[in-house]
């Protein structure tokens, strides 16, 4: 069936993914008895539907399409590739030119200290390639016992077992007996959910310390390292306080542990510099990367790595038993290199920091006047608004977490806009190309849909 000249009717469609498709992250029960929505081509920051709707992409996709939708040039570089050398491996002493050249880019492209690459097929697989590798660098440093990692709850670090793991999401944790031995969480720096009376940089302060008190009470000789996400995202978009990195760059220098920046959503322009911990201020030692290296256009990620991790493998010797079928794919390389030229030549990561950010970051602002935000925080193109019943006091509803988000969600949904909602909270991370008057749209939906959301809380009563 080709689905592209011939789509069938929006039920046909919608009872074969019911008959045969299970969905990530979803209940298929319900979304089974309401049908799925079925996205048939994007150009720029625009979705369509198979019903002819057309979609403000809020997302991104999930956070990873940075150059939007129908670049050529990328199309163009993998049709090239796929017909030069659709697929070989890197694991029995050879290479390819897309891989060499990408990882060469890369290590361009990421700050001074971390200069080698590891390539994986996702960001969850980045995260598995970090837990295998900060262990194994420490058992060949002499120091085996150096093996806890230490994340944050609310983190999200990918789906496998060990991305499950390093996350802090306890109904992910529920299901399959998660998280793996040697991986604990301390509290993250949400200062509007957890902060209390406190002033926002002793709060970043304080939550960054929690590091130093797990260090201790774990003993140092057993800590291999810290991660974390520059900005938490599936987390609801928690921008930490200006105190927090440095403070968890010195505890980690301290304490000789590495520290690890899942750049996963951070990366590749979204907070205005190429990776958010430039944005934060803090030199990390291991960096995974996905979605935004190569727009999502093909998956592929990676770990970037510093010299110092990287040396204690070359000159240490001896094989590292891991790797991919799809490491260093050669079409999802092409993809990834015709992406970041395009990042690069359109300068999305400046534009973001002094346009397009700036302005979204104004209209956001005005958001957070609606009666229904508490507030409204913004840090280059990724945002969150939290939803209150009362904004003075930063209160949460007391119905169960997510109602009015969904609410919000599906209002959103029906003026043409993907926002999604974490709890409460609504989240936007848009295209970097989205131009000024794509944010007007934007805004301007979005406060449609509050206003809506607000006339629905009043009228069933949610409290
Ligand atoms: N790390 C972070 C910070 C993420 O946001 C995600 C995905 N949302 C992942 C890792 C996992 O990436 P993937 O879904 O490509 O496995």
């Known amino acids: 069936m080709d689905y592209i000249a011939n789509l069938p009717p929006t039920h046909v469609l919608q009872e074969k993914d019911a008959a045969h498709h299970l969905h990530p992250f979803t209940d298929t029960k319900s979304l089974n008895a309401k049908g799925t929505r079925v996205i048939t081509r994007a150009e720029g920051v625009y979705l369509w539907d198979s019903e002819g709707h057309k979609i403000l992409d809020g997302m991104a996709g999930l956070w990873c399409v940075n150059v939007g939708y129908g670049r050529t040039e990328i199309i163009e570089a993998v049709h090239r590739q796929m017909q030069q050398l659709p697929y070989y491996n890197t694991f029995f002493q050879t290479s390819h030119p897309p891989a060499i050249a990408l990882a060469g880019?890369?290590?361009?492209?990421?700050?001074?200290?971390?200069?080698?690459?590891?390539?994986?097929?996702?960001?969850?697989?980045?995260n598995d390639t970090v837990v295998r590798m900060v262990r194994h660098y420490w058992a060949s440093e002499g120091k085996p016992t150096k093996k806890t990692i230490i994340s944050r709850h609310n983190a999200y670090h990918g789906s496998t077992m060990a991305g499950?793991?390093?996350?802090?999401?306890?109904?992910?944790?529920?299901?399959?007996?998660?998280?793996?031995?040697?991986?604990?969480?301390?509290?993250?720096?949400?200062?509007?959910?957890e902060g209390g009376d406190m002033d926002p940089a002793e709060f970043g302060l304080m939550r960054a310390r929690e590091l130093?008190?797990?260090?201790?009470?774990?003993?140092?000789?057993n800590v291999a390292a810290f991660i974390g996400e520059p900005i938490q995202g599936a987390g609801g978009v928690v921008i930490p306080p200006k105190t927090y990195w440095p403070e968890i760059q010195r505890i980690c220098r301290e304490?000789?542990?590495?520290?690890?920046?899942?750049?996963?959503?951070?990366?590749?322009?979204?907070?205005?510099?190429?990776?958010?911990?430039?944005?934060?201020?803090?030199?990390?030692?291991?960096?995974?990367?996905?979605?935004?290296?190569?727009?999502g256009y093909l998956p592929i990620g990676a770990v970037v790595v510093s010299e110092k991790v990287a040396k204690g493998f070359i000159e240490h010797g001896g094989e590292f038993y891991h790797g991919f079928t799809y490491s260093a794919h050669p079409a999802a390389c092409a993809a990834a290199l015709a992406n970041l030229e395009i990042i690069e030549n359109e300068r999305l990561p400046e534009r973001v920091a002094n346009d397009t950010g700036l302005y979204l970051a104004e209209k956001w602002k005005m958001l957070g006047e609606h009666p229904l935000v508490g507030e409204a925080r913004i840090c280059g193109l990724v945002g969150a608004l939290e939803l209150s019943p009362d904004k003075a006091?930063?209160?949460?509803?007391?119905?169960?977490?997510?109602?009015?988000?969904?609410?919000?969600?599906?209002?959103?949904?029906?003026?043409?806009?993907?926002?999604?909602?974490?709890?409460?909270?609504?989240?936007?991370?848009?295209?970097?190309?989205?131009?000024?008057?794509?944010?007007?749209?934007?805004?301007?939906?979005?406060?449609?849909?509050?206003?809506?959301?607000?006339?629905?809380?009043?009228?069933?009563?949610?409290?």
């Open 105 to 126: 880019k890369i290590a361009q492209l990421a700050p001074d200290q971390l200069d080698h690459v590891f390539f994986a097929g996702s960001g969850s697989e980045a």
């Open 164 to 193: 499950a793991s390093l996350g802090g999401m306890s109904a992910m944790h529920a299901q399959g007996g998660l998280p793996i031995p040697d991986i604990t969480h301390i509290n993250q720096p949400y200062w509007y959910g």
């Open 212 to 221: 130093e008190a797990e260090i201790d009470r774990l003993g140092e000789d």
């Open 255 to 295: 304490r000789n542990i590495l520290l690890i920046a899942d750049e996963v959503i951070c990366g590749f322009g979204r907070t205005g510099n190429w990776f958010g911990s430039q944005t934060f201020n803090f030199k990390p030692d291991l960096m995974p990367i996905a979605k935004g290296l190569s727009s």
């Open 393 to 463: 006091h930063r209160a949460s509803f007391e119905a169960e977490r997510g109602t009015v988000g969904t609410i919000c969600r599906d209002h959103c949904f029906e003026s043409g806009l993907v926002m999604r909602h974490v709890g409460d909270s609504m989240i936007i991370s848009p295209p970097l190309v989205i131009t000024r008057s794509e944010v007007d749209e934007l805004i301007e939906k979005a406060h449609r849909a509050l206003d809506m959301t607000a006339a629905d809380v009043t009228a069933q009563g949610i409290k």
